[in-house]
């Protein structure tokens, strides 16, 4: 019990390097504007579409191989690339430059997130998984507020170059933590075997073509990573635009404006994150379809509150309004996560979560970020340095979308469940 939990411990720091790193070009955004010279659409770009051109594409592979080799060896090997690219980050001259660092930085990553679901299927129960995955999760909302404060805090005092290389070292630092006192468990062991046919399939990991074949036939699979992927496009578009839009609408110093993002990602989303695996926990285990339904009343929920918050002028009204769709954002998490793991059998479960990641960052991460600062660009004609207010309040059309899935999803749960 208690080298389980410091396993779960050690996952989320790791997570939480990899958001940090992930995360931290939202905040540095603005003096990397400045210097380079770059426009909404560019910066969108390099903070969207770079990160997961091969994040998405690699996690694949690497989730294959996670399935048949040891997962702790290659998630310390992703964790020291993303970090030493993060730290390259810091040497980029022009936007070409750091368009390409940026896609190093998702190289790594690739091999970060999938293994690790993985390793906490096989160090926690089913009753509990959902709750596990949700602190795991913990590492997006603290690995983007310590990103966020601390790249601000080391911009204002040195420059956002420094930045880049204070928080890539300081990952490479913690890459022995995790080889040398993370086991790799027994695949499958805590997951109940029905037949001796079920424990004989899980010995050998399927290829990708049979684990696709598996998923084709489960329209909750598509349910839940499309209605993801919905919610992450304004999910990771605000990540990366919110310090922007208070610079830009409230006056905020770029300190001010970390310090102040920081604290509502960081409140907010333990604060989801918790909530969602907690309820899950509670009513999921006889009704699979609340794993969906949970987070897309969520979903529909946030979205009054972010029109309510975004269209405020007053800086203490729009922060206590969007700490609660900050937290109702993120409450999907421990949910859709845990329920992707139930769709298959444990030896596919690595790979069903590169389908799963690939799906949710292409369209989340790839486009939302873009999206955001296009629709930014093509508004400044009319509404000049407040065009990003009405890009990100247009974003939030997503979340509704996202919960029309997963409401879909959360009615063939039950039919698809494994297990």
């Known amino acids: 019990m208690a080298y389980r939990s410091y396993v779960l411990l050690v996952l989320v720091i790791v997570y939480t390097f990899n958001f940090i790193d992930r995360q931290i070009v939202g905040i540095l955004a603005i003096p990397i504007k400045a210097e380079l010279r770059l426009s909404d659409s560019q910066l969108g770009l390099m903070g969207g579409l770079a990160f997961a051109l091969f994040y998405t594409l690699l996690g694949i592979p690497i989730a294959r191989l996670a399935d048949r080799v040891s997962r702790t060896w290659i998630m310390t090997v992703a964790l020291a690339l993303w970090s030493l690219m993060t730290a390259m980050c810091g040497l980029t001259q022009n936007f070409a430059q750091l ?17 690790a679901y993985s390793l906490i299927c096989d160090y926690f129960p089913a009753k509990e998984r959902a709750r596990a995955l949700s602190v795991y999760s913990f590492g997006i909302p603290i690995g983007a507020a310590v990103g966020i404060v601390l790249g601000g805090y080391i911009t204002s005092l040195m420059s956002w170059r420094m930045a880049f290389f204070i928080v890539g ?7 022995p933590l995790l080889k040398f006192t993370v086991r790799e468990p027994k695949r499958g062991a805590l997951d109940p075997m029905r037949v001796d ?3 004989a399939a899980a010995v050998a990991a399927p290829s990708l073509l049979e684990v696709i074949a598996v998923l084709a036939r489960k329209p909750s699979f598509w349910g839940l990573s499309l ?10 578009g605000l990540f990366f635009w919110a310090p922007s839009f208070l610079v830009r609408s409230f006056h905020l110093s770029l300190l001010h404006a970390s310090l102040s993002f920081g604290a509502l990602v960081l409140f907010g989303g333990l604060i989801g994150i918790w909530c969602g695996g907690a309820l899950t926990d509670r009513y999921g285990e006889k009704r699979r379809s609340m794993y969906a339904f949970i987070p897309a009343i969520a979903f529909v929920a946030t979205v009054p509150f972010y029109v309510a918050g975004v269209l405020s002028t007053t800086l203490w009204i729009s922060f206590a309004v969007l700490l609660v769709p900050t937290a109702l954002g993120l409450v999907w998490l421990g949910p859709v996560l845990a329920a992707v793991q139930h769709l298959v059998p444990s030896n596919m479960r690595a790979t069903a979560s590169a389908l799963f990641l ?8 790839g486009l939302g970020t873009a999206l955001i600062g296009i629709v930014s660009d093509s508004m400044r004609l ?4 407040e065009s990003l207010r009405y890009a990100i309040l247009a974003g939030t059309g997503f979340y509704l979308v996202a919960a029309a899935l997963l409401f879909l999803a959360g009615k063939k749960l039950a039919r698809d469940w494994v297990g």
């Open 99 to 115: 368009f390409l660092a940026r896609v190093g930085v998702g190289v790594g990553e690739a091999g970060g997130v999938a293994p």
């Open 169 to 175: 070292f300081a990952g490479l630092l913690i890459t």
């Open 197 to 199: 046919a079920d424990r």
């Open 227 to 236: 209605g993801a992927a919905s919610a992450s496009m304004m999910g990771y």
């Open 358 to 365: 690939f799906i949710n960052n292409l369209i989340g991460i």
């Open 382 to 385: 009319r509404f000049g340095v």
